[in-house]
């Protein structure tokens, strides 16, 4: 095995990072931490950016890119919060199964 | 081994170690604070990967805002006494299963597919090319992102706030 | 400084759409008198973008360095984009809607302008990064939209679900642009394009084949098609009426503009001729598949709906479907059959959510069980209703028909072996119709002349439905000039 | 780091015989250390000043009897600090009680690695320097909200949580206004943001297009005030509201740690605005740069910074503390728009320069503007002081 870092060992790292993102998103109740989720999974796609970024064919554009993903996810997680402390103030619980009232 | 390897294998340990710990863990806060040590890491990837810039964005957006944000959205929605806050998690048998579906799938991608080859982004100074970047070639999203901020902070304000004024 | 000159000039409409935003947010952080001035001054500012987005007829180039498309294919999708949000501003009467009373406008304007801006800077985006970022900014304030009634606690919980659901699709599709841009090495669409087109080894289909997919997954939430359907008929239902009819139309218009640029110049080939393949990557069957699961799905789960809003979001779903048929056609035929159906759909389904939103307004209700004996109580809304649920359904006087047309006509000039898939389109049209005759004949149903008081609609609403019902007719007069745009716009394809 | 290793190779055979990851290991490790010792020993100083201070404008003498001039005071504290009992209540959480104040330390500390004391004497000259502070100050906050949460103790979480959002208030103002001078220097290492200072007074920034970066001077002290939660932005630790704030349940060594911290903190925050708009290491009179042939760079950022701090403390015993809606009315409706106010102004005046198109920009536009501002600076405080006055009638009333 090579150990020297290259190129598939960063999307590895990524991948594995987007599978628990997504993992903790399917299988948590709580909406925080559905949320964290979330981030993890914005987190590995940025990883792959940089990385094509640094191996690829050069230029700058992965990390602007990265910096975007960055800004859209402040705004997201703002908005979300918002979300989830307004469910707590009419349930009491941040849990997603406490949002019955739609027939979904 | 050289240090560039070990630093990487280091990070690598702590990313995926944390982000497992903030998947897994029984307590909402530890995962929230066990995140600190993913976004911590993942600046560290991108500090080796030569994107300084990125990487402080990283800590002061990701660390400063967004995970400040999680840890007062966990405390403010749970009553502040108890010390260990459950989360229970469901269908955690089938939802490892998908998880590692998807994570053997992506790593064969990662691993057999021929990506782009190119001279690479060599190890130098990433400021004065993304500013450029922004103000010229990524003008556009640049001034669009700045919108989308308002718009945010303009929701964010209006969901939260109690008073329903006419 | 010139190239910035011209963008902006290009870029008319969104310039105009953006300084309207602002000043919408300056005049309600102002307060007091100059509030009153935000819905007219809204209204005006789209006015005036869709104005400049019909006089933009410059040739096809590249704006804001690669950024932004400005071809005919833009302009009219802005158009469109524009369209949908200005009726949606006049056909809804916001101040006097029972489920909006003593919420604030000005923000409602704001976020509606906004999302009108993200949608039209999505239907030129030309560059990965601009997809991603216009796509979350069109979510983004979607959220919100959602969760604008504060008093009903389920209008929160759709928006939580809305953004959950958006979270993951999005987060998928940045994977999948991130693998893109791996395999293209660059952002911009023609550049991968280019990429793809010089060949790409085979060993690669694999990772193209799994980018295309994730990819799929963030436009498939944008135009609510299955499975990334889930959160459709519960924001419908949770958000409020002028919120769903507006989430319905503009940013599915704006979804299935970025959904036929992605499909037919980043993973297309022009060789010289028609589209052809890129590689191996067999992107219209997953998208046929896609379509045939969402039209079949959203009209087998409406058929049993009772509240309208539900029913619409189901029928919505339905359409998305069909809307698909015309790019999996991979055509010039197909691309317009997806402009007329989405010009189409504007129309007939606007009308029907502004009848729902002013029975509400009258009765309160949005149960279709509630809707007996419309005609009598109100003839006109009844009337109105049958022409929007007959043009949705795809009878030929209507436009809905030209849509339908179009798309099936494409699907079927692909060759045989589509066959089949326009027969599925025709047995859902067939299902499709059950429903919309079942809420005609709820309407059309006697009961007793004591339970069927007068229903009041106010005169601003009752005009803006009369003048929707006509343009669901008056096109067909005057076909041609619709056939001539939509075909002017296909010419987008050359390189 | 730079010295460092040039001193290393002054040693006869150094540079054969330790190879270079070596060395290089060793220099970082020898300018930490430096920089430890000098946080760390700080405060003894910097306690026995505040009480001083403290004292002699309260009217009375501070601390006597220990020592001669009671210099020796600070010093027998701190050994009793140490010395005492870490308490970790029953209701704790282990594991995030002792991590906190760590990672409070660390934030504090790794803002050192940028600080250019000379040239040379910069334990890296990061080409995002002035943003790595900035950023790495986040670290702070996490800190302080886990030692809150870990204390299990509702006024260490209120106070935990009013520090939180105050640090990320009061972050926006500092980084706008820090924008200013980065625009200026047209770079974003702290080095060349000093270089473009030298030689002498006049080439500080503070003075660059007067009195802008007058402005964006005292927005960025008492930004980076509040961020180190001093008077008068002290809430968070508000005694008679909520006993000591985060660091209600600390004791001993931990809380000798929070203290460290917030020293540290604020050394850093003075050092930074010395560098932006002070000059850092250049000295006010170019002749005064060296000793003797030595640079004498730390000598002149240390004093800057020394001197601001002496502010900080002339502050706390000065000004009364503002409520919590105060504050954040001060972070968002006065410095926020005042800083991004001047980054327009400033980043108009840096594009057009003064005599474009033969017309004296800066004199005209700038000074209109300038003026605007003022005029807005003082109707704020003229309102502010009309409803303190209707304040005073009506509890008098």
């Known amino acids: 095995m090579n150990l020297e870092p290259g190129l598939a060992h960063y999307l590895v790292v990524s991948a594995a990072l987007f599978a628990l993102g997504l993992l903790g998103l399917i299988t948590r109740r709580n909406a925080v931490q559905a949320l964290m989720g979330v981030e993890l999974m914005l987190n590995s796609a940025n990883i792959n950016l940089v990385a094509f970024n640094r191996f690829g064919t050069g230029g700058i554009d992965g990390q602007v890119f990265g910096t975007f993903v960055i800004v859209v996810a402040a705004a997201e997680v703002a908005v979300a919060l918002a979300l989830v402390l307004t469910l707590y103030r009419a349930r009491r619980t941040p849990n997603l199964d406490a949002a019955t009232s739609l027939r979904g | 081994m050289t240090a560039s390897a070990f630093v990487f294998w280091v990070l690598a340990t702590i990313v995926l170690g944390s982000a497992a710990v903030v998947v897994l863990s029984r307590s909402l806060i530890n995962s929230a604070f066990a995140l600190l040590a993913t976004f911590a890491g993942v600046a560290g990837f991108y500090v080796l990967l030569g994107a300084d810039f990125l990487a402080a964005v990283q800590f002061l957006v990701y660390v400063g805002g967004i995970l400040i944000l999680l840890v007062f959205g966990v405390m403010l929605t749970h009553r502040i006494q108890d010390l260990d806050l459950r989360a229970e998690a469901r269908q955690l048998v089938p939802g490892l299963f998908v998880a590692a579906g998807v994570f053997a799938l992506l790593t064969a991608v990662a691993t057999r597919t021929p990506w782009a080859q190119g001279p690479g982004r060599e190890l130098s100074a990433t400021t004065a090319d993304i500013g450029r970047a922004f103000l010229g070639k990524y003008l ?27 | 400084m010139d190239a910035l000159l011209e963008s902006l000039a290009r870029s008319l409409p969104e310039v105009i759409v953006c300084l309207g935003l602002l000043l919408v947010v300056v005049l309600d952080a102002a307060g007091g008198s100059a509030r009153r001035a935000i819905p007219s001054l809204s209204i005006l500012t ?9 006089r933009d007829g410059g040739a096809p180039v590249a704006t804001w360095s690669g950024m932004l498309a400005a071809d005919p294919l833009s302009t009219l999708l802005r158009s469109l984009v524009l369209l949908g949000a200005l009726l949606v501003l006049l056909a809804f009467d916001l101040g006097r809607s029972r489920e909006l009373k003593g919420l604030g406008l000005g923000e409602f304007h704001a976020l509606v302008l906004a999302v009108t801006f993200a949608c039209l800077l999505l239907a030129g985006a030309n560059d990965l990064v601009m997809v991603y970022l216009a796509l979350e900014m069109v979510s983004i304030p979607s959220y919100v939209l959602v969760a604008y009634l504060k008093r009903d606690p389920r209008s929160n919980e759709a928006a939580l679900k809305y953004l959950l659901f958006g979270a993951a699709s999005s987060g998928a599709m940045l994977y999948g642009l991130s693998f893109v841009y791996g395999l293209a090495g660059t952002t911009s669409i023609p550049g991968v ?22 990819v799929f997954a963030g436009f498939g939430f944008k135009v609510a098609a299955v499975p990334f359907h889930f959160w459709c008929p519960d924001a419908y239902e949770g958000a409020p009426t002028p919120v769903a009819a ?8 704006a979804g299935f503009a970025v959904m036929l640029r992605f499909c037919y110049e980043a993973l297309s080939l022009q060789r010289g001729g028609p589209l052809a393949l890129v590689e191996i990557v067999d992107w219209p069957q997953v998208l046929m598949w896609i379509s045939v699961a969402t039209m079949t799905l959203g009209n087998v789960a409406a058929l049993t709906q009772t509240n309208m809003k539900r029913l619409l979001a189901y ?25 007329v159906y989405l010009f189409t759909y504007v129309l007939m389904n606007l009308g029907a959510f502004g009848v729902v939103a002013a029975i509400h307004g009258a009765d309160g209700t949005f149960d279709l069980r509630d809707y007996a004996g419309l005609h009598r109580r109100q003839p006109l809304l009844a009337l109105a209703m049958a022409v929007f649920l007959l043009s949705l359904m795809g009878l030929p006087p209507f436009v809905g028909f030209f849509g ?7 699907v079927i000039a692909h060759g045989p072996e589509y066959y089949w898939y326009a027969a599925v389109g025709a047995v859902n049209a067939a299902v499709a119709a059950y429903y919309y005759f079942r809420v005609m004949r709820a309407m059309v149903v006697d009961v007793e002349a004591a339970e069927t008081p ?19 007719l008056l096109p067909t007069l005057a076909w041609g000039r619709v056939d001539e745009w939509t075909r002017a716009a296909m010419v987008l394809l050359p390189r | 780091m730079d010295a460092l290793l040039r001193l290393f190779s002054l040693i006869p055979g150094w540079d054969q015989n330790v190879p270079a990851w070596a060395s290089i290991t060793l220099a970082g490790l020898v300018a930490a250390g430096l920089c430890l010792g000098f946080m760390s020993l700080g405060p003894v100083g910097y306690v026995y000043v505040e009480r001083k201070i403290a004292g002699f404008m309260q009217d009375r003498l501070g601390p006597m009897r220990v020592g001669p001039w009671g210099l020796l005071q600070t010093i027998a504290d701190t050994i009793k600090l140490l010395f005492k009992e870490a308490i970790f209540p029953a209701a704790v959480h282990k594991v995030m009680f002792v991590v906190a104040p760590c990672l409070v330390v660390t934030g504090a500390f790794m803002g050192f690695a940028v600080l250019p004391f000379s040239p040379t004497w910069q334990a890296a000259d990061l080409d995002v320097g002035a943003f790595y502070v900035i950023a790495i100050g986040s670290l702070s906050t996490v800190g302080l909200i886990m030692a809150g949460w870990a204390s299990n103790n509702k006024y260490a979480l209120f106070g935990a949580m009013r520090s939180a959002a105050q640090i990320v208030s009061y972050e926006i103002p500092a980084v706008m206004s820090l924008i200013v001078v980065v625009m200026i220097a047209g770079s974003l290492s702290l080095q060349a943001i000093v270089g473009e200072q030298a030689g002498g007074l006049h080439n500080w920034f503070l003075w660059k297009f007067f009195p802008l970066n007058v402005i964006a001077f005292l927005v960025f002290f008492t930004a980076t005030l509040a961020e180190c939660n001093r008077t008068p932005f002290d809430i968070p630790e508000a005694e008679s509201e909520l006993v000591a704030g985060f660091h209600t349940e600390y004791s001993g060594f931990f809380f000798a740690m929070f203290f460290l911290a917030e020293y540290t903190e604020m050394f850093v925050a003075s050092a930074m605005a010395a560098v932006l708009f002070l000059g850092g290491f250049a000295a006010p009179i170019p002749a005064l740069q060296t000793v003797g042939g030595f640079d004498i760079g730390p000598v002149w950022l240390i004093a800057k910074a020394w001197a601001l701090v002496f ?53 005209w536009v700038g000074w209109l503007l300038s003026a605007l501002l003022f005029v807005y600076l003082a109707t704020t405080a003229a309102r502010a002081w009309r409803w303190h006055a209707r304040q005073v009638r009506e509890a008098v009333a």
């Open chain 3, 46 to 54: 789209l006015l005036l973008a869709l104005g400049a987005a019909f």
């Open chain 3, 246 to 253: 507006f989430l319905s139309v503009v940013p599915k218009t």
């Open chain 4, 311 to 363: 502010v900080h403390m002339w502050l706390r015993w000065t000004l009364p503390r503002l409520r919590v809606d105060q504050l954040m009315h001060v972070a968002w409706k006065v410095l926020l728009p005042i800083s991004l106010f001047l980054i327009v102004v400033v980043g108009g005046l840096l594009t057009w320069p003064a005599t474009a198109n033969g017309f004296p920009w800066d004199r």
């Open chain 3, 404 to 410: 339908k047309f179009y798309v099936f006509a494409a």
């Open chain 2, 140 to 166: 556009l999203p640049f001034e669009a992102a700045s919108i989308l901020l308002l718009v945010a902070l303009i929701g964010a304000a209006l969901i939260v706030r109690k008073r329903e004024d006419a």
């Open chain 3, 193 to 214: 394009s280019a990429a793809l087109a010089g060949g790409l080894p085979a060993a690669s289909t694999f990772g193209l084949w799994l980018s295309a997919l994730l």
């Open chain 3, 315 to 339: 029928s919505s779903i339905a359409h998305a479907g069909y809307v698909m048929m015309g790019v999996v056609a991979m055509s010039e035929d197909g691309g317009r059959g997806v402009l």
């Open chain 3, 454 to 472: 007068a229903m009041a609609v106010g005169g601003r609403e009752a005009l803006a439905l009369a003048a929707l019902a006509a343009f669901n």
